[in-house]
């Protein structure tokens, strides 16, 4: 079945310990991206990456990192994660950045205290 | 600064009726997407669109480049179209870059 698979689920962590949230999809999909959604501001882009080896920001990429070392795999990174990143996130991947249909992640609702 | 336009914010329907959620953005575009996201959080892609009009099933996405306005349109709606509808854009100067409105929240009244 073709999808996106985004893990954890769900995850309460505390202030200033480092997690990844994983990111695969199974398409050969070359464009992936990262999304976070909070109430009144909708979704708004955090980093997505064009192919493997090129990343690049979006809109509210302060405090993540990401990497694309395989076609398949895009992990957000919070180095140090903090309240203001509490949200609800979606990866999502597309045959190619512009034109194409794009395939969301089941979301990651992630509660930093 | 790039911004995408929907409205309304909040739609109530009675079952049957046709609807229509508008769309609209500042710049030139590459792209135009539709979304649903259903209550329960999960987002799919409706329509994906650059020019022109597109149809599935009940549902009819048109896009009207010169206005820089696009709409989605129901016919015949139903309960379970009752969803979240969010607009996207690619603007044409960072082709990766995505752009959403803030959602169209639509009940549809049995």
């Known amino acids: 079945e073709a999808q996106v698979t985004q893990n954890p689920r769900y995850l309460i962590t505390v202030t200033g310990k480092k997690l990844t949230v994983t990111c695969s999809q199974n398409m050969n999909h070359e464009y992936m991206s990262w999304y976070r959604q909070d109430p009144g501001l909708g979704l708004r882009q955090i980093y997505y990456?064009?192919?493997?080896?090129?990343?690049d920001k979006g809109d509210v990429p302060e405090g993540y990192k990401v990497s694309r070392k395989e076609k398949r795999n895009f992990p957000l990174i919070l180095e140090s994660p903090s309240p203001n990143q509490t949200s609800l996130y979606f990866c999502?991947?597309?045959?190619?950045?512009?034109?194409?249909?794009?395939?969301f992640g089941p979301g990651t609702r992630l509660t930093v205290t | 600064k790039n911004e995408v336009e929907q409205s309304p914010q909040n739609l109530t329907a009675q079952e049957g009726e046709f609807i229509t959620i508008n769309c609209s953005y500042s710049v030139g575009i590459s792209a135009l997407h539709w979304l649903q996201q259903h209550p329960g959080g999960g987002i799919v892609s409706l329509f994906m669109?650059?020019?022109g009009k597109k149809k599935h099933g009940r549902l009819i996405a048109t896009i009207n480049i010169q206005e820089k306005h696009s709409s989605l349109h129901i016919t015949a709606s139903h309960p379970r179209d009752s969803a979240v509808y969010i607009c996207a854009v690619n603007y044409g100067g960072s082709q990766g870059n995505l752009i959403f409105g803030k959602g169209t929240k639509l009940s549809v009244k049995p």
């Open positions: 990456s064009m192919n493997v080896e090129v990343t």
């Open positions: 669109l650059s020019s």
């Open positions: 999502a991947s597309s045959f190619l950045s512009v034109g194409t249909e794009q395939y």
